[in-house]
């Protein structure tokens, strides 16, 4: 299974949008993510969003972008900010024929499932950007072996697109 991990774009501060969506710049980051991952050649079988909505338009952007139906992602509380990374996992692991996922999500949890997914026992310190992406590579589900085959900054992941 492709474990794909983003972090949600820069929100609009509360005092501007008590939902915290993302702003200008954070929709702006994640289209051109978007735009780099279609370029990359990478395709989603699902993607899972936090209930939050800036994950929420996270998702929808890089599933536009990539050509994937905004209507089939997934919002599930197993993603949220502060769920416990065997949670998530869990969730993935009851994906059926999903080879290829994306998880739009929030610090820490995503950097906490990426470290769960890599590493036992000791954290595996993965420092994800608002807008960056990585891949997992995992054989199956749960797994402390899997094998990171890239994290792209939002810097880089823009050249791409560009």
Do not use: N
């Given at each position: 299974?492709?474990?794909?991990?983003?972090?949600?774009?820069?929100?609009?501060?509360?005092?501007?949008?008590?939902?915290?969506?993302?702003?200008?710049?954070?929709?702006?980051?994640?289209?051109?993510?978007?735009?780099a991952?279609?370029?990359?050649?990478?395709?989603?079988?699902?993607?899972?969003?936090?209930?939050?909505?800036r994950?929420?338009?996270?998702?929808a952007?890089?599933?536009?972008?990539?050509?994937f139906?905004?209507?089939?992602?997934?919002?599930?509380?197993?993603?949220?900010?502060?769920?416990?990374?065997?949670?998530?996992?869990?969730?993935?692991s009851?994906?059926?024929?999903?080879?290829?996922?994306?998880?739009?999500?929030?610090?820490?949890?995503?950097?906490?499932?990426?470290?769960?997914?890599?590493t036992?026992?000791?954290?595996?310190?993965?420092?994800?950007?608002?807008?960056?992406?990585?891949?997992?590579?995992?054989d199956?589900?749960?797994?402390?072996?899997?094998?990171?085959?890239w994290?792209?900054?939002?810097?880089?992941?823009?050249?791409?697109?560009?």
């Amino acid at each position: 299974m492709e474990i794909y991990l983003m972090q949600h774009g820069p929100a609009l501060p509360k005092d501007q949008d008590p939902e915290e969506g993302l702003g200008p710049e954070g929709q702006d980051r994640i289209h051109a993510g978007g735009q780099a991952l279609k370029k990359m050649g990478v395709t989603f079988d699902m993607i899972l969003s936090s209930p939050k909505k800036r994950s929420k338009q996270t998702a929808a952007i890089v599933a536009e972008e990539v050509g994937f139906p905004v209507e089939k992602i997934i919002e599930t509380t197993k993603v949220k900010a502060m769920a416990p990374p065997e949670e998530t996992v869990q969730a993935l692991s009851e994906l059926s024929g999903a080879e290829r996922v994306l998880i739009a999500g929030h610090l820490p949890s995503v950097a906490e499932v990426a470290s769960f997914l890599l590493t036992e026992g000791l954290k595996a310190a993965v420092q994800f950007e608002m807008g960056g992406c990585c891949l997992i590579d995992v054989d199956e589900l749960p797994t402390h072996s899997g094998c990171l085959r890239w994290y792209l900054t939002p810097a880089q992941l823009k050249l791409i697109a560009s």
